[in-house]
């Protein structure tokens, strides 16, 4: 049954690279009008057409999404979001189901990739993590994506989870922007992609159903970066070691 297993795996992840291009190649050119629009109405379309691409292609894989919380964002506010992250399908699945326009922070070596990479960089903010001019420009335009009127999603455990955790160690970098800019943090748990597409093996993809959960608003007041960051880990690691059981 296990050799079975990996071999469905391995077409079905065929499957999934195959849908994932089409899918993609259909909303490029719908996408590109984005970067037309003045901000954050521009950003706010980019959102919802990826919210759709997405909900397409997750169900034509077998990983539809349940997401819960929304209610959490306040009209009007913007927030810090900040995702645990286990494979790379975190990637296409978080931002476009934060409510309302948002950017994350990404490699800039992606915007290389051809056609993709104008679509990747309308979605994101850039940074070269082994560049401390990168670094610097980086957290600046992330406080203006928040000045904006904008959500700015990070994942504060760097690179995918490889260990045998719940969650890697935090960097400082997201809860720095949050108390500098007064911002609060909403925690998201993504729960069910470490079964879809296990961080240990390559090219495998199983049709598992997918869950994320925004989390109440955490505030920065009275805290530093140090108890920030603790109470966001140990919130973050309760709810997905308590939820991750229940699938």
Not at 74 to 99: A, E
Not at 163 to 178: H, N, Q, S, V
Request: net charge positive; hydrophobic share 40%; with cysteine.
């Amino acid at each position: 049954m296990k050799v079975l297993k990996n071999i469905f795996a391995r077409i079905w992840a065929v499957w999934g690279l195959l849908t994932f291009l089409t899918s993609f190649l259909v909303i490029f050119l719908p996408s590109m009008v984005s970067y037309l629009l003045p901000e954050p109405g521009g950003q706010d379309y980019f959102i919802r057409l990826s919210r759709y691409w997405m909900n397409v292609w997750l169900f034509l894989i077998g990983c539809p999404v349940k997401v819960t919380g929304r209610e959490h964002f306040q009209p009007g506010r913007t927030y810090v979001v900040v995702f645990n992250h286990n494979t790379m399908l975190d990637v296409p699945l978080s931002c476009p189901y934060v409510p309302g326009p948002n950017k994350t922070i990404a490699k800039a070596s992606f915007v290389k990739v051809p056609i993709f990479g104008w679509f990747y960089r309308k979605g994101s903010v850039l940074v070269d993590r082994s560049d401390e001019k990168s670094r610097t420009k980086s957290f600046e335009e992330m406080k203006q994506v928040l000045a904006g009127g904008m959500h700015m999603c990070i994942y504060p455990e760097g690179t995918r989870n490889r260990t045998g955790e719940p969650l890697k160690p935090f960097y400082d970098g997201a809860f720095k922007l949050a108390l500098t800019t007064h911002h609060e943090i909403i925690p998201a748990v993504i729960i069910g992609t470490r079964k879809a597409m296990p961080v240990n093996k390559v090219f495998y993809l199983l049709p598992i159903r997918l869950k994320m959960h925004f989390l109440p608003p955490v505030s920065t007041a009275g805290r530093d970066v140090k108890e920030l960051k603790e109470l966001v880990f140990e919130t973050m690691k309760t709810f997905y070691v308590t939820n991750s059981r229940k699938d």
